[in-house]
């Protein structure tokens, strides 16, 4: 089974960046979609970024759309997220996960691996 660890999280001041990381081990991500999720504390789980592991297409929910930035570096088996302008509604744990071939929606169940999160806190 794929495994995923997320680095990169943090403090960081309204209008800040973090660049996020989601590393594989055991298998390349090549044929891997790789999706950002986030859950803030009484809210559900929100899928924001996701690449496809074919193409390199990329799909970003309107909250994140024009901040977030989404790549992938399948050498080196990771998936980034490049966070600017952050605001405090940014405020979660922030999850990567994976599925094998093409994903439907960017959404928790479309993904089957999941890495243990990250904090990011957007606080001045």
């Known amino acids: 089974q794929l495994q995923l660890v997320e680095s990169g999280g943090g403090s960081v001041q309204p209008g800040g960046s973090l660049r996020l990381s989601c590393a594989a081990s055991?298998?390349?991500?090549?044929?891997?979609?790789i999706g950002w999720f986030r859950q803030a504390p009484g809210k559900e789980r929100e899928g924001i970024s996701c690449?496809?592991?074919?193409?390199?297409?990329?799909y970003y929910a309107d909250s994140v759309r024009g901040r977030f930035t989404i790549s992938r570096d399948n050498a080196k088996k990771t998936v980034y997220l490049q966070m600017n302008s952050l605001k405090p509604e940014d405020t979660a744990v922030y999850y990567c996960?994976?599925?094998?071939?093409?994903?439907?929606?960017?959404?928790?169940?479309?993904?089957?691996?999941w890495g243990q999160g990250t904090q990011v806190t957007v606080s001045s």
């Open positions: 996960a994976g599925v094998y071939g093409p994903y439907r929606q960017c959404v928790s169940s479309d993904f089957a691996s």
């Open positions: 055991r298998f390349t991500l090549d044929y891997y979609a």
């Open positions: 690449i496809s592991g074919s193409d390199g297409s990329t």
